[in-house]
């Protein structure tokens, strides 16, 4: 014949087991995919004839538990835990994609080092982030191996990436660009300018057909000569009233 206690131990877990049964099954926040904000903020329950205090943030497993007799009761205790969607991380463009690193930092690419062109990148909008990372990032030694890297991307040299990217192009306003820059914004400004047309435009000034030559990756800085050209307006908004000549500034 089992003993007292051993009797008074069954009863307690099939007491237990039986309050567990009757509880409800819920999460601690009311709305799917939202999170206690204040993790360590407490509030009281009933469980059985006793009073429990628990934080949200063991409120929230134990929730899926069954630990609550009523979901009801239960979100209205938790208000306190400022329950809300979790916060995500405002955008940030890599150059490289993903969390890969720069793999030359320093290296110089239209006046500036790879380094300072990733601080710009990182605060630029998300739409443009593409067009960083297939024009600064293809110049600064990020993997563009992939066959689709380019995909989408309008390049000046077509099937090819600059020769000479440090390359300089001055417009009637007076104002200068390299040929990278101008690469990375013919694919961020939206406007009906076709690709054929911009390639006729920029690969005799960025020098499309200049044969470089280098073991791996190219040099940090090339040289930069000048090239003027004659335009109604800045950039490509009308490609033909341009007429292209070179001179070495």
């Known amino acids: 014949m089992p003993s007292a206690t051993a009797i008074l131990s069954w009863a307690f877990t099939l007491l237990s087991f039986t309050s567990r049964a009757f509880a409800e099954v819920c999460d601690l926040c009311p709305t799917p995919d939202h999170f206690p904000g204040d993790e360590s903020a407490k509030f009281k329950y009933t469980k059985g004839d006793q009073l429990q205090i628990v934080n949200c943030s063991h409120a929230f497993d134990l929730a899926k538990e069954g630990e609550f007799a009523s979901c009801n009761e239960l979100h209205n205790n938790t208000v306190i835990c400022q329950c809300g969607p979790l916060e995500q991380e405002p955008f940030s463009c890599n150059l490289c994609g993903g969390d890969q690193l720069l793999p030359l930092p320093d290296r110089i690419v239209a006046q500036k080092t790879c380094s300072e062109w990733q601080d710009i990148a990182t605060n630029d909008f998300e739409m443009d982030c593409s067009s960083w990372q297939k024009s600064l990032g293809a ?6 191996s992939p066959p689709d890297f380019f995909d989408g991307f309008c390049r000046i040299c077509d099937d090819k990436i600059l020769p000479l990217w440090n390359q300089t192009v001055k417009f009637l306003d007076g104002s200068v660009k390299t040929c990278v820059q101008i690469e ?33 990756v190219p040099p940090k800085s090339l040289s930069s000569h000048g090239i003027i050209v004659h335009t109604s307006r800045f950039l490509l908004t009308t490609l033909s009233t341009i ?5 070495v500034l």
Do not use: F, L, M, W
């Open 184 to 216: 990375q914004d013919i694919n961020t400004i939206q406007d009906d300018t076709s690709c054929s047309d911009v390639q006729e435009t920029y690969q005799g000034p960025c020098e499309c057909d200049h044969q470089v030559e280098y073991e791996k």
């Open 243 to 247: 007429a292209v000549y070179t001179t």
């Open 139 to 144: 110049y600064c030694g990020c993997d563009i």
